[in-house]
């Protein structure tokens, strides 16, 4: 089993800054992509960005292209969403999902394990 835990979410203002980590532990395969997904009420969840294994590879939807940031550190077994330039229409509940496979994906059915969310909040 694979655990993930979220964490830097928050209220901020329009044009604020946030930055979002998640901690992977359990049975991870040996080499797995990551990605952040935002889920605003009454609206699907939809990926903001993904990050593949080796981090060679990124996907950013058209959002987030310019404002957003994924990285990862595989020693510390964490990704990370930097998010700047933030506005309103960005609050939503933002979910970690850990792929078992290297490759970066956009689709929330293609990932595998998903963390409990962190709320973000951005007033205008």
């Known amino acids: 089993q694979v655990q993930l835990v979220e964490s830097g979410g928050g209220l901020v203002q329009a044009g604020g800054s946030l930055r979002l980590s998640c901690v992977a532990s359990?049975?991870?395969?040996?080499?797995?992509?990551m990605g952040w997904f935002r889920q605003a009420p009454e609206k699907e969840r939809r990926c903001v960005a993904a990050?593949?294994?080796?981090?060679?590879?990124?996907y950013y939807a058209d959002s987030a292209k310019g404002r957003f940031t994924i990285s990862r550190d595989n020693a510390k077994a964490t990704v990370y969403l930097q998010m700047n330039s933030l506005k309103p229409e960005d609050t939503a509940v933002y979910y970690c999902?850990?792929?078992?496979?290297?490759?970066?994906?956009?689709?929330?059915?293609?990932?595998?394990?998903w963390g409990q969310g962190t709320q973000v909040t951005v007033s205008s």
């Open positions: 359990g049975r991870t395969s040996s080499s797995y992509a």
């Open positions: 999902a850990l792929r078992t496979a290297p490759w970066d994906a956009k689709g929330q059915y293609e990932y595998d394990y």
């Open positions: 990050i593949s294994w080796s981090g060679g590879s990124t």
